[in-house]
């Protein structure tokens, strides 16, 4: 039997949708990675584990016309996935985004036409050396995407309606902004994001232009603002009245400029008075809400615990149940990762889709700025000459797409850097392990922007 020398794997392209789900940003990397697959001399195989298309964003077509869309929409791809497959095998996995491919039969026959074998299970294993690797999707994992009833074509989870309803959505509605944003949404995890990002991306966006420069200044002054609440009160009620007296005099210090900044306070005094009384009620609003949600189970804080610790759970038993599994691969999260340990190492294989990074404004109460990024990545499995299995992460160069705005850029500081991932990993290696950083970016436990 052919021994394979190595693994390809990538996940999440979630290619295909309604009107601007459908466009592809990373359609020529992906073609160019193929066409080096098929160049490869190497004994190889790629796997695609889950969410290779977004059969879920299509709601204008049903069934198998949702395949012969994405065909019809992407002739290039299909002609390079039956270039590639002649050469080397492609193996796809459903995840939930495409999980119609486990539902249904027929797309085995499709997907065959064009060299891709589609197996319809949750999980599929292959074997590196002396070793096993574990690939799965991951959405099995996840409270909100878990497939209650595997193969069923029925068994949606919660996160098929929300999809339909609001990612489906916002693809169509999408071109109709000032700016061609709210496609992004599939983007923007996790999903309690959302509101944050609709918020910014309508005052940065969307506002009225005049509306946004009034506002402003009121939203720049508001910490300064609360200072001065702070001291007319205490002067109001006469506990201590220098505060004011020294911000009266400083002011009077610089004429007509002291005097515009005096009036804009006091504006912001009145603004500041008003969102406090009605923060009040808002606030035992909310508190009331988030019981009644907690008491149906809906919202739960400990499903807002980091996923990956979900994942490095799962492998930490995998690894101890069956000591022949080093390698736990997965992906859903978008997050990509290389985490070694005790037993193995757990890949995540992150995204091709275009990933967006939370900064906080520098300035004020302003809504916190997203920026957008591309981390195209793919991992290689692989054994050791020395009995080892090697974990190699590999990125495929994009630049950001720099779609901020200069008012955005302005009251932010610059999105910092994210931990490094390993170039390569190495375990079962005499029984050591070793990692090679380099400056490959972003892990599972990204703070920068969740």
């Given at each position: 039997m052919a021994v394979t020398d190595a693994y390809y794997f990538i996940s999440d392209l979630h290619i295909g949708g309604d009107e601007q789900l459908g466009k592809v940003d990373f359609l020529d990397e992906l073609l160019s990675f193929l066409r080096t697959l098929e160049a490869t001399d190497e004994d190889a195989e790629l796997i695609i584990n889950g969410d290779a298309f977004g059969l879920w964003e299509f709601t204008d077509v049903d069934g198998l016309d949702k395949f012969d869309a994405l065909v019809e929409r992407y002739p290039e791809l299909f002609d390079q996935f039956e270039a590639t497959g002649e050469r080397i095998?492609?193996?796809?996995?459903?995840?939930?985004?495409?999980?119609?491919?486990?539902?249904?039969?027929?797309?085995?026959?499709?997907?065959?036409?064009?060299?891709?074998?589609?197996?319809?299970?949750?999980?599929?294993?292959?074997?590196?050396?002396?070793?096993?690797?574990?690939?799965?999707?991951?959405?099995?994992?996840?409270?909100?995407?878990?497939?209650?009833?595997?193969?069923?074509?029925?068994?949606?989870?919660?996160?098929?309606?929300?999809?339909?309803?609001?990612?489906?959505?916002?693809?169509?509605?999408?071109?109709?902004?000032?700016?061609?944003?709210?496609?992004?949404?599939?983007?923007?995890?996790?999903?309690?994001?959302?509101?944050?990002?609709?918020?910014?991306?309508?005052?940065?966006?969307?506002?009225?232009?005049?509306?946004?420069?009034?506002?402003?200044?009121?939203?720049?002054?508001?910490?300064?603002?609360?200072?001065?609440?702070?001291?007319?009160?205490?002067?109001?009620a006469g506990l201590w009245s220098l505060p004011m007296d020294l911000i009266e005099r400083v002011l009077g210090l610089f004429g007509p400029v002291g005097t515009l900044v005096d009036l804009l306070l006091t504006a912001n005094l009145a603004v500041t008075l008003l969102l406090i009384l009605v923060a009040v009620p808002l606030f035992v609003f909310a508190r009331d809400v988030r019981k009644t949600l907690r008491r149906f189970g809906i919202d739960r804080p400990e499903e807002r615990e980091s996923s990956a610790d979900t994942y490095l759970t799962a492998a930490r038993e995998l690894f101890a149940s069956d000591p022949a599994v080093a390698v736990f691969v997965y992906g859903h999260t978008h997050r990509p990762a290389v985490t070694e340990i005790e037993g193995g190492v757990v890949v995540n294989t992150g995204t091709w889709l275009k990933r967006l990074r939370r900064v906080e404004s520098a300035f004020g109460v302003l809504p916190p700025v997203f920026y957008s990024w591309y981390q195209l990545n793919y991992v290689r499995v692989s054994a050791t000459e020395d009995g080892g299995v090697a974990v190699d992460y590999e990125l495929v160069e994009k630049s950001a797409p720099n779609e901020e705005t200069w008012f955005q850029r302005l009251v932010t500081s610059t999105p910092r850097r994210e931990a490094a991932i390993p170039s390569r990993t190495v375990v079962r290696s005499g029984g050591s392990s070793e990692s090679v950083a380099t400056e490959s970016i972003a892990t599972e436990a990204d703070t920068a922007d969740r």
């Open positions: 095998p492609i193996t796809l996995i459903p995840g939930n985004h495409d999980y119609e491919l486990a539902a249904y039969p027929e797309y085995v026959d499709r997907l065959a036409e064009f060299n891709v074998t589609l197996r319809q299970e949750v999980s599929i294993t292959r074997r590196v050396g002396d070793y096993v690797v574990h690939v799965e999707h991951g959405m099995q994992r996840d409270p909100n995407n878990r497939i209650p009833d595997f193969g069923n074509p029925h068994a949606n989870p919660p996160g098929y309606f929300v999809n339909r309803q609001v990612t489906s959505r916002a693809g169509r509605l999408s071109e109709r902004g000032k700016f061609n944003w709210l496609k992004d949404v599939q983007a923007v995890t996790p999903m309690t994001q959302i509101p944050a990002w609709m918020l910014s991306n309508y005052f940065y966006r969307e506002m009225s232009p005049w509306l946004r420069y009034v506002s402003a200044p009121f939203l720049l002054l508001f910490n300064v603002g609360f200072l001065y609440v702070l001291a007319f009160a205490l002067d109001a």
